[in-house]
């Protein structure tokens, strides 16, 4: 009620160029994809059906969700203590510590991906390092960890660092003076108190990894394909275009499948700052 | 009676600053020792050395004769009260006081029961489900200080407990202070910077400035005998005169205003205000000093500024300080 009057005392207007902008280049896409998963080669769920039908896509899925789940634990384990880190150090490390998680951030990601090949391949930098046999750290499950935590890392840490920035750290010295362990105190009062921002860091990273193309393509092996791939390879690889609408259609509806479970254990509107 | 804390010698040194220079305290157990100074003066690092929250760079703290110097605070059984609450905005009310008893493996109906108790005793009875957040700033302080006597500890520490509340919240609240010391039983050390407050509240003061432990002792010893002028200065005001190289303090409501053909210090009147029940009158003495007096004169007898007057005393209201 209050959002139609305000629509329509002018300042509504404002939002057209925008809402114009993400039909043509959101809406209309979307739903055409949506479109050409039911009707291309033919009208029905056969796309769907040739999903689930075979294994070998499902253990894409399977794998995506693994990889996503292995990439966003390794991600939260990483930067929950750089974030904590963040809050307790001086203003010129923290400045630093800063820094060095977005310096990454505004680089090309195609640059980082092959600077990570240049780095993991057998007779790259890391390799030169280790004595003996050249560990395999490229083309496997190894590769495309490391490189996309690097990649998720920011959206880990600085969801993590606004939350614990807010928390009060005299709360764990009155829990100390209460008799609680150093331990104690961080499980009771810290952690409950960081949580929102963890949720927010493991939320951020699962459904972007989720939909990884780059990182996984280069960094990865034949047995680590994830769905971003397969859409690709679908789409201009075998020129089955339904079938890769198909699969985009899935990965879209069990992302928002997510964000919906997600959002009856969390204030979502909380997570991104807009909430009160 | 446990719970006599005893401060040897404690010295703490910051880069640049000494917050702590050898003082030594010794508080009875049962008693409420209030640590009054100045900001900057050292009580607040007085207290948190007893809290085990810093360390001292020298001396030693011991409660009931055990040397603790040195021990962690969670180790060392003393309830903590803090300025700004620290509440954990988590937890209800309920949980916050369970905090320090869940800490010591007590649960179920003796978890209930001992909440419940505390609760009560600072008449919270009611509000355990509530949010701190949702608790008033009186009724946060009570929920800090139901948590801290909960887990019975030998010794409650206070740091300026009720600086964040106004005036008449205040001063409920000291009342109940007190009430809870004498309930319990336990040994208050109650940090605050209110000269009025360590008066009403305390059966002893010690008076810091600069890191040292100006004068110990009563409020009465403290208000009538101080031992330096800046004692005398501090609690109250006070008149202090130069007098043969000492100097004699006389408290405004001591000192009388009277016509100027009468024997006393001659002054000129300067300012008369009226505060609730009486008047406050300061008057000038011919050097420029102020003297303040505080009387219920009637009416018909009011000074007015520019009156010339003398300020005159009984000799058993007068006392020496040394200088």
Redesign the interface.
Known sequence: MTALRRLGDGWGMLVLPLAAFLLVVFVYPLASVLARSLTDPEPGLGNYAAFFDSPVYLDVLGNTFVTAGLVTLVTLLLGFPYAYLMTVARPFWRGVLMAAVLVPFWTSLLVRTFAWVLLLRDTGVVNALIPGEPVPLLRNLAGITIGMVQVMLPFAVLPMYATMRGIDRRLLRAAEGLGATPVFAFWRVYAPLALPGVAAALLLVFVSTLGFYVTPALLGGPKDVMIGELIVQQLSGVLRWGFASALAVILLLVTGALLLVASRLVDLRKMIGSGS | MTGAVDVRAVTKRYPGSLALDEVSLHVAAGEFMTLLGSSGSGKSTLLNVV?G?TEPTSGSVLVDDADITGV????R????V?Q?Y?L???MNVFENVA??L???KVRGAELRRRVGDALEVVELGALGERRPAQLSGGQQQRVALA??IV?QPRVL?MDEPLGALDKRLREQLQLEIKRLHRELGITFVFVTHDQEEALTMSDRVALLREGRIVQVGTPQELYETPASRYVAEFLGESNLLDEDGGLLLVRPQHLRIGPPDGPGLRAVVREVIYVGGGLRIEVERPGGQRLVARTTVRPEELPRPGDEVVAHWSEHDSVNVPA
């Open positions: 809290a929250f962690p605070p969670h180790r059984e003393l309830g903590m803090f700004h620290a954990f905005p988590h905090f320090p869940r800490r010591r948590r801290a887990f520490l």
